[in-house]
């Protein structure tokens, strides 16, 4: 990170280096005069270090802006002097006129309001607005100095000029001296995409397999509960609130950091496509690629929501406190605190059946986001290791082989095949059979009415629909 910073401050003062180093000649001091310290402050303001679509589209803003701007300060200076025609005696040779500084700080005043109006409702518009307000407020804070039009004609010319100049030191730095591609940008966001997700996928299987044996209703050690683990109050809603484990921390840290770039991309997609480049990849190519990235990150997205989804449970059966000082604990069904470890038990052995399966399609996945990496050479090649058996890597092919989709199709279709012992654990632990199940299955109760059995199968319920929501988005 700070590597990327010490590049951005050096492309960033180029340019105006080169403006402060032509400004010594005395030839070029001649033309711009006392504005020429506008040049290199124009040249930073204009955002020489964007990559080269951003910054092309800024620079039309750009001079669009400035032109909109000479031709405002125009009319300002003109109007100014008009006032000062009207307004000066007869004979008068005073060079202050309060009616011409008054005409000119109307316009300043007007144009700061309608440009930081445009400003807040264009984003998009910052950079420009920026240099419209500075070319402006030059112009009539000179404004009131002139006679005639003509020298506030003169005035307007040198700003352009000065302007123009900073415009074509910093175009100069961003096509020649250090030339980005906006492609270049996103090949690098994408190839950024597949190692995060590859790190959302392992700090996934991290967390699923801690609730193999944690206690994904737990409260603070020695609050809420007393040392035999009853609670210590009457009340659930007076015990703590759950504390979230390092595994589930690191869970939603690391699908934060992927919606984060995921909103990067999506924002420097487009410049990427608009771009002409010579390469394999054209704008179709890039938003097909765009399109199954977020194909992946909804999944992703849901996992994460599984924490929310154990602390809800433990609110609504009163064993976590509410972090929101509401009271959602339901009378069907809240449970005492000594099922609690029963409720814990039954999910330890669910996830133990899944840690299998589940390890088996994260770890084909993870290879075939590297096989992908590979593929559009957004990632290295793995470089094989001395020692290695040939006749090994033959029968298992690596990310970037030729046969290594078919080898994917045998591992998705190992998953599929241990997919259903989940359930099948599950209702061992129920001791429902298939029969019975769909017996269970078929009763309905009003929601106001539950008798004990009815909201024990209503809680068997919401453990089968939790089982089959993990099962399907890691499938």
Not at 110 to 127: D, E, G, S
Not at 184 to 204: D, M, N, P, S
Request: aromatic letters at 8%; hydrophobic letters at 45%; glycine letters at 6%.
């Amino acid at each position: 990170m700070a590597r990327a910073l010490l590049t951005r401050i050096v492309r960033g003062s180029i340019a105006p280096a080169i403006a402060v180093a032509f400004f010594q000649a005395d030839s070029v001091a001649e033309i711009y005069a006392t504005l020429g310290y506008l040049v290199p402050i124009v040249s930073v303001i204009s955002m020489p270090i964007l990559p080269r679509a951003k910054y092309l589209q800024t620079l039309i803003f750009n001079v669009i802006g400035i032109c909109i701007g000479a031709a405002m300060a125009l009319l300002g200076i003109w109007s100014g002097v008009e006032a000062r025609k009207h307004t000066t005696p007869p004979g008068s040779t005073a060079s202050y006129n309060s009616s011409q500084s008054a005409v000119c700080a109307i316009w300043l005043f007007f144009n700061i309001y309608i440009v930081n109006t445009i400003r807040a409702k264009v984003p998009a518009l910052q950079i420009p607005v920026m240099l419209y307000s500075i070319f402006t407020n030059v112009a009539f804070t000179f404004g009131p100095l002139f006679a005639t039009v003509e020298q506030g004609e003169s005035l307007v010319k040198r700003l352009l000029i000065a302007f123009l100049t900073a415009f074509a030191l910093a175009t100069g730095v961003n096509v020649l001296i250090f030339p980005i591609s906006c492609r270049l940008v996103v090949f690098k966001e994408q190839a950024a995409y597949l190692q995060a997700i590859r790190g959302t996928l392992k700090a996934q299987t991290v967390y699923l397999q801690s609730l193999e044996s944690s206690d994904m209703f737990a409260s603070p050690d020695g609050v809420g509960e007393d040392s035999n683990g009853q609670e210590s109050g009457t009340d659930s809603r007076e015990k703590a609130p759950n504390v979230v484990s390092p595994e589930a921390a690191a869970l939603k840290g690391a699908v934060a950091g992927l919606r984060a770039l995921h909103g990067k991309l999506f924002a420097d997609l487009p410049f990427g496509k608009r771009e002409t480049a010579w390469g394999k990849l054209d704008g179709k190519d890039l938003g097909e690629i765009f399109d199954l990235l977020r194909e992946i990150l909804v999944p992703l997205l849901g996992v994460s929501t599984i924490t929310d989804i154990f602390e809800r449970i433990g609110e609504r059966r009163g064993w976590i406190k509410t972090t929101d000082h509401r009271d959602r604990t339901e009378a069907w069904e809240h449970l005492p605190i000594e099922k609690k470890m029963e409720e814990k038990r039954v999910w330890n052995e669910v996830m133990k059946t899944l840690h299998e399966p589940f390890a088996t399609v994260t770890a084909a996945m993870d290879e075939g986001l590297e096989h992908v990496g590979v593929t559009l050479e957004l990632l290295p090649k793995p470089k094989k290791k001395v020692g290695d058996d040939l006749e090994a890597s033959d029968n298992n092919p690596k990310p970037g082989d030729k046969d290594f989709a078919k080898y994917m199709d045998q591992k998705m279709l190992d998953f599929y095949a241990k997919r259903g012992e989940t359930l099948r654990q599950w209702a061992r632990e129920k001791g429902l059979s298939q029969a019975e199940f769909d017996k269970a299955n078929s009763r309905r109760a009003e929601p106001e009415n539950f008798t004990p059995d009815e909201a024990s199968h209503r809680r068997d319920q919401q453990q089968l629909y939790l089982i089959l929501f993990m099962e399907h988005l890691v499938s």
